[in-house]
C-alpha cells in the first residue's frame, strides 16, 4: 500500500461521522498516470476502518483505497493500494533496475521451499542467496573465499552510503528543493509527495533496517547458543 498525504486529497465528503476524501489526485498503481481519482460512495465499513474503490480515467482500472480510522479521533489515514509498494521483499526486488536476475531467481526459490516448510532446502538456497549477493559486489574476488570472509572484505567493495551522499545536489542553496523546503518557492502535491518518499527512505535505510539486521542478528546468536 502507498499512503495518500493530505495534499493530494482535491475533496471530501461525509460518511457518517467521519469526513472521508471524495476525489484524490495521485499516480495509478497499474498505468502510472496521474490523475483524479472519484472516490465510490458505496464504503465497506470494517472494525479499523473503511474500503473503496475507483476507476482510474486513463486506464479504466479499478483501484482499492483503504482508509484507516482511530477509534473516535477524526484523522484518517489513507492509502492506496499499489502492490509495487509492498512491504514484501520479493514484490520490491522484482521492480528495482538493475537488480540480478540470478538473484530474484535464488531468492525467489528460497521463499519458496520456506513457504513449503523444507527447511534443509532452505537451508540450501539461503546459502545460495548469500552468495549471489556478495558475488554481486565481489565478483572474483568471492571465489574460493567462505562466507565470513566475503562478509568482512565486502565493506571494501560496495559504497553503503553513495545513496545518501547523492542527495547533497539536491539540497544545494540554489536548487528548487532547498527554496521548497525554506518556503521560498511552492511546492505542488506531486513534489510533496516525492519528499514524503524520501524521508521515508531515509528513516528505512538509515535506521530501519540496520536495527532489524542487528535485532535479527542477535536473535540468531541466542538460538546458537
Known sequence: MRRIFPGSITSYSQFG??????????????????????????????????MTE????????????????????????????????????????????????????AYKSAVSVYLSKENAATAVLAKRVLENVLKNFLAEKANGQPLDKQFEILPEHINLVKSVTSLSPLMASDKGLHRMLELEAEMDDEM?????????????????????????????EKKLT
Open 17 to 50: 461521522h467521519l469526513k472521508v476524501p471524495k476525489s484524490i489526485k495521485n499516480v495509478c498503481p497499474v498505468c502510472k498516470e496521474k490523475v483524479e481519482f472519484i472516490l465510490k460512495s458505496t464504503y465497506q465499513s470494517s472494525k479499523h476502518g473503511l
Open 54 to 105: 475507483s476507476a482510474c480515467p486513463s486506464c479504466k482500472n479499478s483501484v482499492p483505497f483503504i482508509i484507516i480510522t482511530k477509534g473516535n479521533d477524526t484523522h484518517l489515514d489513507v492509502y492506496i493500494y499499489d502492490p509495487q509498494r509492498s512491504t514484501d521483499a520479493l514484490s520490491q526486488i522484482e521492480h528495482i533496475p538493475g537488480m540480478p536476475e540470478e538473484l530474484i531467481r
Open 192 to 220: 510533496a509527495e516525492l519528499v514524503m518518499d524520501l524521508l521515508e527512505n531515509l528513516i528505512q535505510y538509515l535506521f530501519v533496517l540496520p536495527g532489524k539486521i542487528e535485532m535479527t542478528r542477535e536473535q540468531i
